[in-house]
């Protein structure tokens, strides 16, 4: 059974830097095929891809993102790891990790099993 | 970037009504397309990918179709359950990216 559970601070103070991390059970984070994104939902709004790292450690971006995100992975803790730079308030969000895997035919199944979600609040 | 654009924003409907929801690209996606379904304070959960495979255990009312650029989903008959926010969602490997959403509500 995949489960993906996110973790980290509920508030943090504009400027700052947010890490969330993401726990995950049920599949490896080295299995060929096997990805784990970043997606956020500020409060009554639309759901907004962040980031994204693939088995092999191959690391995509949101653009408009990019020079504030780092993410990473550890393995053997099966924990990724996802790191905001300097914070404002529009960062406040739901943040979700999810994952993603092939089907039988070996077609990407995108963010098939998601975490239930961490509400972070930036505010001074 | 690839934007996606969902229509219509809401949409009023009835139990067992056939319900339609446009999600387009602003460039050719071949068939990268997934559909979410969420709820009010849960994860979205996959319902389509790669524009018209249904998820295992998501019902068959549930379908999707298209290529390229343009992509629909349809309820062929709502049920109470169905009454949620739909996104689309574009992934060729390098970005992802959401639709607006598209609020299904009761008329």
């Known amino acids: 059974q995949i489960t993906l559970k996110e973790s980290g601070p509920t508030l943090v103070k504009p400027t700052q830097t947010l890490t969330l991390t993401c726990t995950v059970s049920?599949?490896?984070?080295?299995?060929?095929?096997?990805?784990v994104g970043w997606i956020r939902q500020p409060p009554g709004k639309a759901l907004e891809w962040l980031a994204f790292?693939?088995?092999?450690?191959?690391?995509r971006y949101s653009p408009s993102l990019k020079s504030r995100l780092t993410i990473t992975k550890d393995t053997s803790k099966n924990q990724v790891v996802l790191t905001m730079s300097n914070v404002d308030p529009v960062d406040t969000a739901t943040y979700f990790c999810?994952?993603?895997?092939?089907?039988?035919?070996?077609?990407?199944?995108?963010?098939?099993?998601w975490g239930q979600g961490t509400l972070v609040t930036v505010s001074s | 970037d690839i934007q996606m654009t969902q229509s219509p924003s809401t949409l009023s409907a009835s139990v067992g009504d056939r319900v339609t929801i446009t999600c387009r690209a602003s460039?050719?996606?071949?068939?990268?397309l997934a559909w979410y379904q969420q709820k009010p304070g849960k994860a979205p959960k996959l319902l389509i990918y790669?524009?018209?495979s249904l998820q295992s255990g998501v019902p068959s009312r549930f379908s999707g179709s298209g290529s390229e650029t343009e992509f629909t989903l349809t309820i062929s008959s709502l049920q109470p359950a169905d009454f949620a926010t739909y996104y689309c969602?574009?992934?060729?490997?390098?970005?992802?990216?959401f639709g607006q959403g598209t609020k299904v509500e009761v008329k």
């Open positions: 999810a994952h993603r895997g092939l089907d039988s035919n070996y077609d990407s199944v995108p963010f098939d099993y």
């Open positions: 460039q050719s996606i071949s068939s990268w």
């Open positions: 790669k524009a018209s």
């Open positions: 049920g599949f490896s984070l080295s299995t060929s095929g096997v990805g």
């Open positions: 790292i693939y088995w092999d450690d191959d690391k």
């Open positions: 969602q574009q992934y060729n490997g390098y970005s992802w990216t």
